[in-house]
């Protein structure tokens, strides 16, 4: 059977050699944890602890304000310090509740059912603060609640993790892999005409065959080899591979019938309505030619960068890049004592920063970039427009289409940063419709 994929794409070095045999560690911070109010798409949090208390690990300390929003817990027990604007990952400051660890780890005891009802189940996500954890951070529970039940026909569990260097998911699905399967098997529960596909690509061939033994008696789940190719973890490009159907920026996965939940979210959602475990922990893959030990860690949320880079030996010295996310579409840290949140899936490091290197020059004109685009963008054209303020001239084109995904600038032998002028006048096109 052929592999499933979508046109366009690139084939950077991957790197997961270095922390894919590497077994998850569990690490704990050792002082203050920083639990920012804002670690999903929507509005921030509200805190409902005082200065003073003490709180438990897995205690409600932030309520979702509206219904695109998450709830947020805590990670450790010990004593809200304070409740304050604190530096984070964006380089943006946020509303944080500062709690001072006392390394008890007491864990509020939750008394009450497995969720069974549709009802219930989207109850208990909510609930947890269960979030998207492929890197959008979307609430889940809006996410299983289309306008139409029966209209969904796939639930896709994104494996794809094809940024390089990443792990994270890869180790969730070589050790917990059942897990993983059950939480798939209750998200089928919301939906009575939808199929579950486990989209996987194919340089994990193990965790394939894994899943594909699992699932062999399932009649309403499948295991999909996809073509090792990024951005094939994407959503709109999952959907496409599996399903044959096009989305765009106007609309959502279940426009096309379609529920696409990452790895993470999956086994999760799992915790969340077996056992009402609160998502208060995530698997970040710390890697990259500039750590000492590369490793994947198990990493309560609020614990600081800075702590995580020790558990794993440090960085070396000169190293020139370190990035919260993957080398593709990653952020830069500038600083290193910002917490850990719900999307932070790595921390890297690299010793030679080749973009800081690279020569830019003028536009060439030869097209590459419109190549691999996998919306079929014709790249430098757009970035042109944004450049030059265009705004009508990049709307027309069809630059709010843009995923930001990078593999124009992979695909650049100008070395042109194109995507950071698209996704500029992104923002801008977004600010404009906002005020009218």
Do not use: W
């Amino acid at each position: 059977m052929s592999l499933l994929t979508f046109k366009g794409g690139v084939h950077p070095y991957e790197g997961k050699e270095l922390t894919k045999d590497i077994p998850v560690k569990k690490i704990y911070p050792k002082g203050e944890i920083v639990i920012p109010m804002s670690q999903h798409i929507g509005a921030p949090a509200k805190p409902i602890v005082e200065i003073g208390e003490r709180v438990l690990r897995g205690q409600l300390i932030a309520k979702a304000d509206g219904f695109i929003s998450a709830n947020v817990h805590s990670s450790v027990s010990g004593t809200v310090k304070k409740i304050e604007q604190r530096l984070l990952t964006n380089g943006n400051k946020g509303l944080c509740i500062i709690i001072e660890n006392d390394d008890q780890y007491e864990e509020i005891q939750y008394e009450g059912k497995t969720a069974e009802s549709k009802e219930e189940i989207r109850e208990a996500v909510k609930d947890c603060g269960i979030v998207g954890l492929g890197g959008a951070c979307f609430p889940t529970h809006v996410k299983l609640t289309p306008k139409d039940d029966e209209a969904i026909d796939y639930v896709i569990v994104n494996a794809a993790e094809c940024e390089p260097y990443i792990t994270a998911d890869y180790r969730r699905l070589t050790e917990q892999p059942t897990e993983v399967v059950e939480g798939l098997k209750i998200i089928l529960k919301l939906f009575p005409n939808a199929k579950g596909v486990i989209a996987v690509e194919n340089n994990k061939p193990d965790v394939i065959a894994n899943l594909k033994k699992l699932t062999k008696n399932e009649e309403k789940i499948t295991v999909a080899e996809l073509k090792t190719k990024y951005p094939q973890g994407s959503e709109r490009h999952i959907i496409s591979a599996i399903t044959g159907r096009k989305i765009n920026s106007k609309m959502l996965p279940a426009d096309a019938g379609c529920i696409v939940d990452n790895v993470d979210t999956v086994f999760n959602v799992y915790q969340a309505v077996n056992y009402h475990k609160p998502l208060v922990e995530r698997i970040m893959t710390v890697s990259g030619d500039g750590i000492v030990n590369p490793g994947n860690f198990l990493v309560p949320f609020g614990m600081s960068h800075q702590e995580v880079v020790e558990e794993a030996g440090g960085i070396l010295e000169n190293t020139e890049k370190v990035l919260s996310g993957g080398p593709m579409m990653g952020q830069a840290l500038f600083n290193l004592d910002v917490p850990v949140m719900k999307g932070s899936s790595a921390l890297l490091a690299f010793q030679f920063d080749e973009i800081a290197h690279a020569k830019q020059t003028n536009c060439l004109n030869c097209g590459k970039c419109a190549q691999v685009c996998p919306e079929g963008l014709i790249c430098a054209k757009i970035a042109q427009a944004a450049d030059l303020d265009q705004m009508d001239l990049f709307v027309k084109m069809h630059g709010m289409e843009c995923i930001e995904c990078g593999t124009c600038n992979f695909n650049c032998p100008a070395n042109r940063n194109i995507t950071q002028s698209v996704r500029t006048m992104k923002r801008k096109v977004q600010a404009a419709r906002r005020k009218g």
